[in-house]
């Protein structure tokens, strides 16, 4: 059985920006809730590069495993139940949900997701980096801080 | 406040200016002022991702940081801490099997 990850919108958006998600989606279960469906179909709708990554994802829609959950207005706090009562670690890149969940749940960033698929021989370094790269490229400085600082796990 | 500078360009440089501006209907000072504007966000950003790459990498101190990008820093170090934390548990899961 394929291990399972829960991955909240900000996770999706910058994995979809590299060409990493067939390869994602071949090796884990991709777990999501209502809200981050609904999420990803809201960015689907606009014309920036976020909504070809999102578009991206919503192809695979029938394979995305949909969680139930509480319904909330945040997407990372469905996902937060999700993550504890299943026992899966959560993908995310979105710092200040991080700091919430504190230790109560495991959870990545994308960018370890890259570093696992590296890790498991499944891509080269080459690739992981120039995956990390092209995230990087498309977010903004925030969400850039983590593309950037995520090539010390290739050290 | 501003302060005038005075920049000597090649005539060819110029003309492509004068184009430019022409078509976007803003005067040459203005459509300078714009780029150099954009020229010198990009480099900051540029700057501060090298800063926190800097640091990710143990090359500068926390201070070091903290000097160079105030208050971002502490973004950066919650950041560089749950990389390291995140990495360590890929390798401990993979070596039990369970990823």
Same mark, same amino acid.
């Given at each position: &059985?394929? +291990? ?84 899966? +670690? &959560? ?43 092209? &995230? ?20 | ?99």
């Amino acid at each position: &059985m394929k +291990p399972s990850f829960a991955f909240d919108t900000s996770a999706l958006i910058s994995l979809g920006h590299t060409e990493l998600i067939n390869l994602i989606i071949e090796n884990y279960n991709i777990i999501i809730s209502k809200r981050i469906l609904q999420e990803l179909k809201q960015i689907n709708k606009g014309l920036d590069r976020d909504a070809i990554s999102a578009k991206k994802w919503l192809k695979f829609s029938k394979i995305i495993k949909l969680k139930e959950a509480k319904d909330s207005k945040i997407g990372e706090n469905e996902l937060f139940e999700i993550c504890q009562r299943e026992k899966i +670690p &959560m993908v995310t890149d979105d710092i200040k949900a991080t700091k919430k969940f504190k230790n109560k749940i495991e959870w990545i960033y994308s960018v370890h997701l890259v570093f696992l698929l590296y890790y498991k021989k499944i891509i080269s370094k080459e690739r992981a980096l120039f995956s990390i790269e092209k &995230m990087r490229t498309e977010r903004s400085w925030k969400d850039n801080l983590i593309s950037v600082t995520g090539r010390i796990l290739f050290q | 406040m501003s302060t005038q500078v005075n920049v000597r360009l090649d005539d060819d440089l110029l003309n492509e200016i004068d184009s430019i501006s022409k078509v976007l209907h803003v005067s040459r000072t203005e459509w300078l002022r714009m780029k150099i504007a954009l020229a010198v966000k990009d480099d900051a950003l540029k700057l501060s991702e090298s800063i926190a790459l800097e640091y990710a990498k143990g090359r500068i101190s926390e201070k070091e940081l903290r000097d160079l990008l105030g208050t971002d820093a502490d973004d950066i170090i919650y950041i560089v801490k749950h990389m390291k934390r995140g990495k360590k548990y890929i390798e401990e899961m993979v070596g039990k099997g369970k990823l």
